[in-house]
């Protein structure tokens, strides 16, 4: 049973910097995606950035493309989420999520495990 722990969130000012971190365990298969997605209050849940454990190919919302970096350490078994030029709108609980499939990975459906979330808040 693989299971997610996110990291890393916190309260920071408009314009500054966060990394969120989500350790895997249980992993059986040096394959699949790794996901973050974000849930803003009143709004669904949404797809931020995925990366593909073995070739490290990467691909990320609109909305966060050129301020977010999504990165692994296949060694660890973790992901990070660098979010830099944070906006007030970025405000959300952010989850991590796995899957051992080769998915396109930008669908919460093709998930397979998720994390607790970890609380971002953005302030203006």
């Known amino acids: 049973q693989v299971q997610l722990v996110e990291s890393g969130g916190g309260l920071v000012q408009a314009g500054g910097s966060l990394t969120l971190s989500c350790a895997a365990s249980g992993r059986t298969s040096s394959s699949g995606r790794m996901g973050w997605f974000r849930q803003a209050p009143g709004k669904e849940r949404e797809f931020v950035s995925r990366?593909?454990?073995?070739?490290?190919?990467?691909y990320y919302a609109d909305s966060v493309k050129g301020r977010f970096t999504i990165s692994r350490d296949n060694a660890k078994n973790t992901v990070f989420l660098q979010m830099n030029s944070l906006k007030p709108e970025d405000t959300a609980v952010y989850y991590c999520?796995?899957?051992?499939?080769?998915?396109?990975?930008?669908?919460?459906?093709?998930?397979?495990?998720w994390g607790q979330g970890t609380q971002v808040t953005v302030s203006s």
């Open positions: 990366i593909s454990w073995s070739s490290g190919r990467t």
């Open positions: 999520a796995g899957t051992e499939r080769e998915v396109t990975g930008r669908h919460q459906s093709e998930y397979d495990y």
